[in-house]
T-cell receptor, first 111, second 114 residues
């Protein structure tokens, strides 16, 4: 699977909107873009998945441009409890569940 | 539904000893995965079961590692002759065929090999 590139760390303040961008220049036609969140001493938690355009759920929004070579996870009005590592992954139908996580983005939210 | 359960949460062992971890997936999930995570890194895929069949093993899973899922429910991961390099968090995840891209992870077993 093609790998992704995302910032190692980001800082924000409570109440702000946070956008984490992920690059995946070699994304394949049948790859889906998936984001997971991980708190210390816990396993990752699925946040959102998309193929193109925009996907929104109760936690976040995912923006994917037409060329699909990047994607942006948007977290509205973050709180201290959103401090976590966020992973951007590509998931292919033929390899469902066999995920390549990379190092993720450590988001720290300050009061 | 209590989520994916892993036991024990922590394990300290001496080099050369054998250890076994248990994972109880979400009951209706037929897919089960093992991952390993070291400090500062993302989880790395180890192996995958569909029901009781082990369908894929990563090259990371050396001969000292063995995983089973005898009745398609819980799974065990055994490490024989542990080495210090085996120290890591071992994560179990499960998913359902009809929603296979959404993995549910347990809280992991933290292994420390002294």
């Amino acid at each position: 699977l093609a790998k992704t590139t995302q910032p190692i760390s980001m800082d924000s303040y409570e109440g702000q909107e946070v956008n984490i961008t992920c690059s995946h220049n070699n994304i394949a036609t049948n790859d889906y873009i998936t984001w997971y969140q991980q708190f210390p001493s816990q396993g990752p938690r699925f946040i959102i998945q998309g193929y193109k355009t925009k996907v929104t759920n109760e936690v976040a929004s995912l923006f994917i441009p037409a060329d699909r070579k990047s994607s942006t996870l948007s977290l509205p009005r973050v709180s201290l409890s959103d401090t976590a590592v966020y992973y951007c992954l590509l998931e292919r139908g033929s390899t469902l569940g066999r995920l390549y996580f990379g190092r993720g983005t450590q988001l720290t939210v300050w009061p | 539904d209590t989520g994916v359960s892993q036991d024990p949460r922590h394990k300290i062992t001496k080099r050369g000893q054998n250890v076994t971890f248990r994972c109880d997936p979400i009951s209706e999930h037929n897919r089960l995965y093992w991952y390993r995570q070291t400090l500062g890194q993302g989880p790395e895929f180890l192996t995958y079961f569909q029901n009781e069949a082990q369908l894929e093993k990563s090259r990371l899973l050396s001969d000292r590692f063995s995983a089973e899922r005898p009745k398609g429910s819980f799974s065990t991961l055994e490490i024989q002759r542990t080495e210090q390099g085996d120290s890591a968090m071992y994560l179990c995840a499960s998913s359902w065929d009809r929603d296979a891209e959404k993995l549910f992870f347990g809280s992991g077993t933290q292994l420390s090999v002294l």
